[in-house]
């Protein structure tokens, strides 16, 4: 690829992370009742309309670069968005198609893939009070706002901010609700948290499983310096599960780490132990290297604990 066409992307991915950032500063002012000459807005729309020609510019060379080496239309057009969307943009877009999916579950009363065979476990209890005041916050701002804010343009634009936030409070508790853990038939293990988190641990690497609740310093996920993984809610887990090897995992916008002790929580720990114990990797065989794999073994609850040294960043 020539410099030209690689310095089409960048800029475009440039351009978007600089027109997004004025734009977001924009609707603040706004909000915050700060009054913009017509122009200013005008010329604001317009940025928004040239970041978009400019990524179609920078598309259009990328696609047809694809389609030449023989991709299909959908493979061409994918490898091009790759290029020029940053890919925590694309991964934010991708939550909130998928939230939004799992209202539609959720009003349906469905959950999201669930094999034959397989146990669900929620893990959405320490979480429901808070975003019920969460929703109820954000209900109560958006009308209070729209009664005192006097300016129509200013008055459109939170109104619609507030609708939106409610539906998304509302679409992160149902993909949590609709996408819980899952230990399916063979014991291989999913851990999900909503549309943000998704990590399968084959059978074959789980070497025991025990109840363990313990208490982080908040924030979703976090790897501390032994390799161990937290996928906490309300601050908290409940299960700890010990690996063969270290399983790989993607963060939520997009970043790649691995671990090879996973602290999850289950409204119902012993029951997911006891569906983790239900098969041992002995009934399965060897490992994929050949060797014996290590018995399973199922603990009971070791109590509260806090995980020791230095806190790791947060996603």
Known sequence: MSAGRTA?????RIAMGAVLSCELALAVCLVAGVRFPAPVLFGAEALVVGMLALEVHALRPLYADRRRAGDGRRE?????????????????????????????LWLLRRRHRLPAGSRPFAYTEPQTWTMGVLLLASAVETVVLALVIPWPLVHAIVLVIGVYGILLVLALHAACATRPHVVAA??????????????????????????????????????????????????????????????????????????????????????????????????????????????????????????????????
């Open 8 to 12: 089409g992307p960048r800029g475009a």
């Open 76 to 104: 061409a057009g994918a490898a091009a968005l790759r290029a020029v969307v940053p890919v925590g943009v694309r991964r934010l877009v991708v939550h909130e198609f998928r939230a939004v999916h799992s209202l539609g």
């Open 186 to 315: 063979d014991g291989a293990l999913r851990l999900r948290y909503g549309a943000l988190f998704d990590l399968r641990v084959p059978a074959v690497v789980i070497a025991s499983a025990r109840v363990e609740r313990r208490f982080t310093d908040g924030g979703l996920l976090r790897v501390d310096e032994e390799g161990a993984l937290d996928l906490a809610v309300g601050s908290g887990t409940t299960v700890s599960v010990e690996l063969t090897e270290p399983v790989e995992f993607v963060r939520p916008l997009g970043r790649r780490g691995s671990a090879r002790t996973l602290r999850f929580h289950a409204d119902d720990p012993r029951a997911v132990v006891a569906a983790l114990a239900r098969r041992g990797p002995a009934e399965r065989g060897t490992t994929a290297a050949g060797a014996p794999p290590r018995p399973r073994t199922l603990a009971g609850d070791r109590g509260p604990a806090r995980p020791p040294g230095p806190r790791s960043p947060y996603v």
